[in-house]
């Protein structure tokens, strides 16, 4: 059974940082998946936020994160990580992780494999 299960959510003021962790279980060689992270926002749809392949390791982010957050990843601890810089409160989301074989994608229907979500909230 698969499970990806995030933390690192919370609280935090406009400027600051979070680091968000995903660490995945039952995936057969997590290395071979191409993992990602999208956000939810109330009333919003599900929104693609950065995502790494599995084969070459290439990284994508959406315009609106670039130069503040950075997707990596650790195949030796099953885990997939977000660095979250510069914070605004636009930010504001559940933060999903999600894993599939194939290249990255940045819709969510390219994933089948989800985690519950943390939560992520920019005061101002």
């Known amino acids: 059974q698969v499970q990806l299960v995030e933390s690192g959510g919370g609280l935090v003021q406009a400027g600051g940082s979070l680091r968000l962790s995903c660490a995945a279980a039952?995936?057969?060689?997590?290395?071979?998946?191409?993992m990602a992270w999208f956000r939810q926002a109330p009333g919003k749809e599900r929104e693609f936020v950065a995502a790494?392949?599995?084969?070459?390791?290439?990284?994508y982010h959406a315009d609106s994160v670039k130069g503040r957050f950075t997707i990596s990843r650790d195949n030796t601890k099953n885990t997939l990580y977000l660095q979250m810089n510069s914070l605004k409160p636009e930010d504001t989301a559940v933060y999903l992780c999600?894993?599939?074989?194939?290249?990255?994608?940045?819709?969510?229907?390219?994933?089948?494999?989800w985690g519950q979500g943390t939560q992520v909230t920019v005061s101002s």
């Open positions: 039952g995936l057969t060689f997590f290395s071979r998946y191409t």
């Open positions: 999600a894993a599939d074989r194939g290249i990255a994608r940045m819709r969510p229907e390219g994933y089948g494999y």
């Open positions: 790494i392949n599995w084969s070459d390791g290439n990284r």
